[in-house]
Nanobody, 125 residues
Framework: QVQLVESGGGLVQAGGSLRLSCTASGRSLMDYHMGWFRQTPGKEREFVAAISWNGDSTYYDDSVKGRFTISRANAKNTVDLQMDSLTFEDTAVYYC??????????????????WGQGTQVAVSS
């Protein structure tokens, strides 16, 4: 079983950047496909980005494509989400997630087996 801890959240002005990190313990992240999701109060958790176990494939929601970049460093057991050109609409709690098997739907939360506790991102307009 893998434990996930997110870090890097905070308050940033619109147009600014943040870099989120997800650090794993318990097992090697190389065993997992990874994703980032976000959630705001009263809404369902929504997909942001995903990356295959070896980093060869990446997936993005249209709302973040061209602004966010997901990457992984298996040797360090980390997965990062670089967020640029942030807008108020990006304000949310961001969660990283791990999928044991290659997900048929990388954008579906039900494809993932393990979740971190989240990190808050707030973008001021």
């Amino acid at each position: 079983q893998v434990q996930l801890v997110e870090s890097g959240g905070g308050l940033v002005q619109a147009g600014g950047s943040l870099r989120l990190s997800c650090t794993a313990s318990g097992r090697s992240l190389m065993d997992y496909h990874m994703g980032w999701f976000r959630q705001t109060p009263g809404k369902e958790r929504e997909f942001v980005a995903a990356i295959s176990w070896n980093g060869d494939s990446t997936y993005y929601d249209d709302s973040v494509k061209g602004r966010f970049t997901i990457s992984r460093a298996n040797a360090k057991n980390t997965v990062d989400l670089q967020m640029d050109s942030l807008t108020f609409e990006d304000t949310a709690v961001y969660y990283c997630a791990a999928a044991w098997s290659s997900p048929n739907s990388p954008g579906s939360a039900t494809s993932y087996d393990y979740w971190g506790q989240g990190t808050q991102v707030a973008v001021s307009s």
